[in-house]
């Protein structure tokens, strides 16, 4: 029954993300992309619950892999997506920095 | 916190994911937006921590140095590189989730079918998306050649590799409790990696912004089967969400180029046609314009629009044609900026470029917009860009790229082609533009020539 309910959650969320998708101008689309990359390092969600204490040994050397490497995906992906939009103003928003 | 509240806590994440992306309609609205998808990752990761029995030192180990290695790469990176910067990220999310699968296999060893399923589709994907964002990095960055790497029987050997791969899913899905079923799944990492290389080789550099576009849906897609080998709903909307977000781009990026997924995959475009298309395309006689007269043709016009492409980026020129843009506001010349989907290496380049050199937003202009308009623009100033303004597209059904919308920058009463030489582009076309009655060639580097320009009008106030 858990894989109906996971799949259910999946096809919604796929519906609904080509709803927010399609309305992005493709002005930002590149910040769009490094937004979204930064999304997809969630699995730094499971890569965390994966370290537990009772399993020492290899699984923990690969855990920490995970959480680096999505750890990077993560922070890099929203600063950069951050250093960006800063960047886009209007006409009179100025020269700025 | 219990398993309840740590739950409820991702509703909240998934809640500000989505409108964080909501917010990304609007360039005024935009860094909010991300700012409050950054908020969600946060409560996400925060509300994971307070769960009991993790091994708190390897976390903080992780998170430390991760933190230290984007934030470094995020602040160091030139705008003009941001697409190698995304296909890197990509690649990390890829090979996070097959970390991610691979631990759990190991800890839990016997499982269901369908979640050796899901954690095959975790593994694969996730590791194809490592290797293939890794060469994508590689061509993008200019380590790897950039050409197209073809070989025969190439189609038939990534068919065998994806036919092993699937053979091996079948048998680990059977056995995954054995030590056999190790075996597949290492062999299932090992041909995922491997397939990621054979299938982006073949894969040119301007075709770059369709690849990176798919291997930011499949990082997206590998996180998914990550949600579903660990039963976790936020990894699954979260990576559902840019799994869609991938294929909507890939999918705009494809009919910029008039060309099917398919297509771009597989036919290794623009090898072919380099050797034979640059003879028989259209000759003519070209006329040269030095700074001053293209200083003269600009000084009298009321519109103009810039084209930029590729050439844009590579000579870093996105500062002086901001200043030659303010040059001619200055001057009462309208000025816009006509940006083609798939002009740069990822969707959107050229727009970020042009927002770095504080261009505003609403100077930059789509080509559906600026088209049904082109006629009353008096001068179109074409920067580093080639196919995407090549006639031929609209005139010559011959031609490799007919059918592909173009900016029809020779509607405009006068053309300036800023270029090198006359080489072809990407697609190995001659482009008919240049041999046009209303077009001037300023050859030279795109930020010298440009510098050029500024200099003629400073002399002249």
Known sequence: MEAVYLTFVFVLAIFLGFELISKVPSTLHTPLMSGSN????????????????????????????????????????YAVTNRMLEMFKKKDQGEGK | MGALGINFSYVISAGLFIFGLKMLSSPATARKGNLLSALGMLIAIVATLLATGLDYRWILLGIVIGTAIGLFAAYK???????????????????????????????????????AGVTFLSAFIGGVTFTGSMVAFGKLSGKVPQKAVVFSGQHLINGAILLSALIAAALFCVFPGSWLGYVFFIIIVLVALGFGVTSTIPIGGADMPVVISLLNSYSGLAACAAGFVISNNILIVAGALVGASGIILTNIMCKAMNRSLANVLFSGFGTKTASSGAEDGPQGEVRPATAEDVYYILEAADSVAIVPGYGLAVAQAQHVVRELGDLLEANDTEVMYAIHPVAGRMPGHMNVLLAEANVPYDQLVEMDDINPRMDSVDVCVVIGANDVVNPAAAEDENSPIYGMPIIETFRAKTVIVLKRSLNPGFAGIQNALFFRENTRMYFGDAKVAIQALIAEFKEAK
Do not use: D
């Open chain 1, 38 to 77: 930064a999304i997809s390092g969630i699995t730094l969600i499971g890569a965390l619950a994966s370290l537990k204490m009772e399993n020492p040994g290899f699984a923990t050397v690969l855990g920490t892999l995970a959480v680096i490497f999505a750890t990077i995906n993560v922070v890099g992906g």
């Open chain 2, 77 to 115: 990176v030139e705008m003009t590189s941001m697409p190698e910067m995304v296909a890197l990220f990509n690649g990390f999310g890829g090979i996070s989730s097959l970390l991610l699968a691979w631990s759990e296999y190991h800890q839990q060893g016997e499982i269901s079918s369908f979640l």
